[in-house]
């Protein structure tokens, strides 16, 4: 299942990297004859690279997402991504002589439009193919949960085994005194890592501590925390610059805007149990109590340049520091506020492995879940944390990153 996917994906990223190159013939056909396709293609070449990280952020290798309407307002968002790319890349290489401006609009446009009819085609091909039959052994919890995945992923849950049967699933309170005929040709899978792969988050009414324990161990790289501080020291100093440019003019329109300090300080926790404080902009009014557990009913509280700073996200730009302090990373768990880390210790079951993990400026429950307003949010929230934590890597941090890019695009 998982190889399978994998393989598709890697297809589509080499024919998406092959349609870029036939873009550009294209463009130079329209175009410009007087220019050599090899020494264009050359020239393209490492653009073409930039492109390929947005074009895996923007879900476009879900091979289920075509049928989804946000595909094609993602493709335009991307063409203008492509075109911003291209324009800061020629910019920066002078020494080729030319500015392909017009080449670089023709070479966007075509390959957009050769994406989607791709897209379109490979989608109707693979809609058709026969929907995997799976049979589970034991009694599922959570099962409804991935209904949804389980139409979207094409399979079919069967009530008993079959010849068509493809998947057998064991859940972990499956007993049998009978000997298990092991049969060709039938994949066998643990329901934990179906519900996994399907859902992207663990399930914690299934959890094995043992197996996450295991799953750390194996993950404890040291070159990928060297790599990860590298990438936490590059954004936390951008960011920082961005902070610097900005202050003046944020620090003012608080001010104008209400009374009370510029920045907003609060205790949370972060690895290991440790506390630290995280300083944003201030975005609502100076009262007692401001400091709910749960957001509802706090919208009245923010102050106007509070709603604009949230808006784009600038609030959180002093949190620079805490990156390149060490106390966060770019990416990992949200540190939660003290106060409110007391409670989830209390109701969520085995909340304290939260503590291995470094804490995060966003992370993979950001992309996926939305904010929590309850502990039942606040759990299933810990699960996507928890599927991070099993399956963190360099490559699932770019693309956390990237899509915490495309969230802010979408959302303005």
Known sequence: MIKKEKAIKICLLITDFLLMYVALYFALLLRSKSLDFRDSAYAFSILYVLWLPFIYASDFYDLHYFKNKSFLYNLIIFGFIALFLGLGYFYLRPQLLFT??????????????????????????????????????????????????????????LPHFTTETDFIVFTNDFYSNKTI????????VNYNEFYEILSKKVCLDNFSEVL??????????????????????CLGFLFFLVNIILFPFIALA?????KGSIFYKQKRVGIRGNVFTVYKFRTMKEIENQNKVWRANQDNQITKVGKFLRRFHLDELPQSLSIIKGDISFVG????????????????????YRYLEKPGFTGWAQ?????????????????????YMKNKSIILDVEIVLKTLRLLIHKH
């Open 100 to 157: 392909p401006k017009t080449i670089l609009i023709l070479n966007v446009f075509i390959f957009a439009c050769l994406l989607y009819g791709f897209r379109k085609i490979f989608y109707k091909i693979f809609s058709k193919n026969k929907k995997e039959k799976v049979v589970i052994l034991g009694n599922p919890k959570n099962i409804q949960k991935i209904k949804k995945q389980i139409e979207e992923k094409n399979f079919e849950i």
């Open 181 to 188: 005929t092991i049969l060709p040709n039938i994949r066998y």
């Open 212 to 233: 996450f324990l295991e799953k750390l161990s194996q993950n404890n790289n040291k070159i990928y925390f060297a790599l990860k501080r590298i990438l936490d020291l």
């Open 254 to 258: 608080i001010k104008i805007d209400s």
């Open 333 to 352: 768990p949200r540190p939660e506020w003290i106060e409110i880390d007391k409670i989830y210790k209390k109701e969520i079951p085995f909340y304290n």
């Open 367 to 387: 992309i996926n879940f939305k904010p929590s307003d309850s502990v039942d949010e606040a759990k299933e929230k810990f699960e996507y944390d928890l599927y």
